[in-house]
T-cell receptor, first 114, second 110 residues
Framework: DVKVTQSSRYLVKRTGEKVFLECVQD?????MFWYRQDPGLGLRLIYF???????EKGDIPEGYSVSREKKERFSLILESASTNQTSMYLC?????????????FGSGTRLTVV | GQSLEQPSEVTAVEGAIVQINCTYQ??????LSWYQQHDGGAPTFLSY????GLEETGRFSSFLSRSDSYGYLLLQELQMKDSASYFC???????????FGKGTTLSVSS
């Protein structure tokens, strides 16, 4: 089974801190994604990457950046955390477009910014 | 751009059949996917429809009508464990990443 592992299940950070959310997948998937999930808003795409050192903005990239130095690892960076970035962050990976076999998601990191 | 509409909540009783509808608008269509997410859990892939018609996987079926920009997820013989959120999703611009609907919360009661 493909496994997508997010390093922290819960995080509490202070406003203005630089925050790193880590995601590692173990099945050599090309494509990796970061979503945030908020009640009533569903999953919203922040950034994605289809290759090492490649990144593309999603629908809500403001306030975030990403890093993909190795194929298996995709990091989400909050440059200066703000309270409106309190959310559940979900990482996913897939091979190809991920249509027939779907995305595999990590268990999520619930970030609280105080 | 892309947009998806699905009901926010659906309730049903054990053993019943429930249908969760999804209408979409997208500039380029690559098919409709469905995901399930239990409370506190990760979304998991349920099904994908690339062509019109019904796809069946056990108690769950998914339907697509491309001409109507419409699909649905059909859950039969409902069980308590089916209580979860269900998301429809379409591929974003240029077939890059999935865009998800806001989700439908299904509550199954005994």
């Amino acid at each position: 089974d493909v496994k997508v592992t997010q390093s922290s299940r819960y995080l509490v950070k202070r406003t203005g801190e630089k925050v790193f959310l880590e995601c590692v997948q173990d099945m050599d998937h090309e494509n990796m994604f970061w979503y945030r999930q908020d009640p009533g808003l569903g999953l919203r795409l922040i950034y994605f990457s289809y290759d090492v050192k490649m990144k593309e903005k999603g629908d809500i990239p403001e306030g975030y950046s990403v890093s993909r130095e190795k194929k298996e690892r995709f990091s989400l960076i909050l440059e200066s955390a703000s309270t409106n970035q309190t959310s559940m962050y979900l990482c996913a990976s897939t091979q190809g477009q991920g249509l027939n076999y779907g995305y595999t998601f990590g268990s999520g990191t619930r970030l609280t910014v105080v | 751009g892309q947009s998806l509409e699905q009901p926010s909540e659906v309730t049903a009783v054990e053993g019943a059949i429930v249908q969760i509808n999804c209408t979409y608008q997208t500039s380029g269509f690559y098919g409709l996917s469905w995901y399930q997410q239990h409370d506190g859990g990760a979304p998991t892939f349920l099904s994908y429809n690339g062509l019109d018609g019904l796809e069946e996987t056990g108690r769950f079926s998914s339907f697509l009508s491309r001409s109507d920009s419409y699909g649905y997820l059909l859950l039969q013989e409902l069980q308590m464990k089916d209580s979860a959120s269900y998301f429809c999703a379409v591929m974003g611009q240029a077939g890059t990443a999935l865009i998800f609907g806001k989700g439908t919360t299904l509550s199954v009661s005994s």
